[in-house]
Each structure stands twice: as structure tokens, then as C-alpha cells.
């Protein structure tokens, strides 16, 4: 079912929160609800941009395929950003895919209407293109993981972001899941997932992993973890605090 959104308090997506109330205002009547499951493909690389979608909680994963068919997940967004940002930069087609990581509750606009609001609104212009920094960072600390960093850490990153974005402890994931996110064979996923269970930090079974030492798994992290969370806090911080705004 397709609502259309009434008001802020309704808004989790934190590059919309951090308008002001007039820009808002004028983003508002165009903005609707939509939901994907886990799995989802809510873009395939080379497709039309018809939406612009806001996620409001959850997570969409972007993913580069080879012409074999095999995937790695280049970034994510979530609440922080936004999926559809070629059409900003003037091109009507989507660099990679777009997956849902989980269960996804966007907010979405029509892809023309926002590239008329971005010329005319002079802060989410700013805050877009701010954005747009912030991805490219991820995407660039995203290619020193995938090339430097074992497979447990690059694990444990994913799996941290996976709980920071979907506030929950228990995750719904496959092995081939799992591999498809971090471009590994599905017996690496298996063997690194059996080491984390020994070890007490996760437990997996039937498809559903279960975050049990946070504390330790943040120690297996690797540091693009924390750049990357940086990049995202910093990025909104000048309209968090002219706006007087917090948003966790």
C-alpha cells in the first residue's frame, strides 16, 4: 500500500530530517511509502531512474556484477542517504544494482521532481551533494577493504553495519547471502561464521545469525568501519547543529 507522507514526525531518513521546515514543505506533497523485502532488486545496473527513494529504515546494499554473475557489494545506504544519485549528476542510469539488505521502508519522489527541487532548493542541494561525498568515500574505502582485509574483518564490518542499521541483535542471512555481499565463495562465509561461533561472537543456524558479543566483534572490525561512520556523522553535522537537531 502507497501512503503519502503528512508530516515530519513520520521521516526517519536523516538528509531529509535535516531540512529546513520550508524546503521541506515543498518536497512533501511528492513524497510516498514503499517497502521491499530482503532480497529484493529495488534497481538493476543500467537501468532507468524513474524513483528516488529516501530509506526510512533498513538497508540497501549497491552491488557491482561481473559478466559471470557474481556480485560484491560496493556500499550501502540507509537512513543517512539515498538511491538514485546519477540523475543528479545528469545521467538517467544506475551504475549498479540496488538490493535490499532486509526488510526496507523508503520514502520515495519521482526521479524528475527531485532533480527540479535540487536546482531550486538551496540547503538539500547542499545536503545532497554532501552526500555525494560521503559515498564516494565509502565506495573508496569499501575498494581498500575488499583488497586488504581478511574476510572475518570485512565479516564483522558488514555485520556491525548490518545491527547499527537494523537495531537488532538477530539477523535473517544466508551463507550464499553473505557471500554474494562480500564477493567470497560460500565456503569461506562458512568457515569464518564456524570460527565467530566458536569463539562465542555470533551464533548461526537455519538462516539466522545472532550477534551474542558485541564487544568483541567491534574488536575484529576493521578500521574502514570507523572512517566510514565518521564520513556519514560528519557530512550532516553543520545542518544538525544550525537546526538545533540530533538525529542518533
Known sequence: MLDTVHNLATVSNRLLRVLPKAEF????????????????????????INNIYF????????????????????????EEGMV?????????????QAMAQSKVECLYVEAEII????????????VVL????????????????????S???????????????????TMQLTHEFLSHMLGVQRTSIGFVAGTLQTAGIIRYRRGTLEILDI??????VCECYHIV????????????????????
Open 229 to 248: 561512520e565518521e564520513e556519514y556523522n560528519k557530512y550532516l553535522h553543520p545542518y544538525l547543529k544550525k537546526n538545533n537537531l540530533y538525529v542518533g
Open 115 to 126: 532533480l527540479k527541487l535540487f536546482h531550486k532548493l538551496k540547503v538539500f542541494n547542499s
Open 55 to 78: 530509506p526510512n529504515y533498513g538497508m540497501i546494499s549497491l552491488l557491482s556484477m561481473t559478466e559471470s554473475g557474481n556480485t560484491v557489494e560496493v556500499a550501502y545506504t540507509s
Open 215 to 220: 564487544e568483541r566483534l567491534q574488536e575484529c
Open 84 to 96: 538514485g544519485l546519477p540523475i543528479i549528476l545528469g545521467r538517467n542510469e544506475m551504475p549498479y
Open 25 to 48: 514543505a515543498l518536497i512533501q506533497p511528492h513524497l510516498k511509502t514503499c517497502s521491499f523485502r530482503l532480497g529484493q532488486i529495488i534497481y538493476n545496473e543500467g537501468d532507468s
Open 130 to 149: 554532501r552526500y555525494v561525498f560521503a559515498l564516494m568515500k565509502q565506495l573508496s574505502q569499501t575498494g581498500v577493504c575488499n583488497h586488504f582485509h
Open 151 to 169: 574476510i572475518e574483518s570485512r565479516l564483522c564490518r558488514w555485520l556491525l553495519i548490518m545491527r547499527d542499521n537494523s537495531k537488532s541483535d
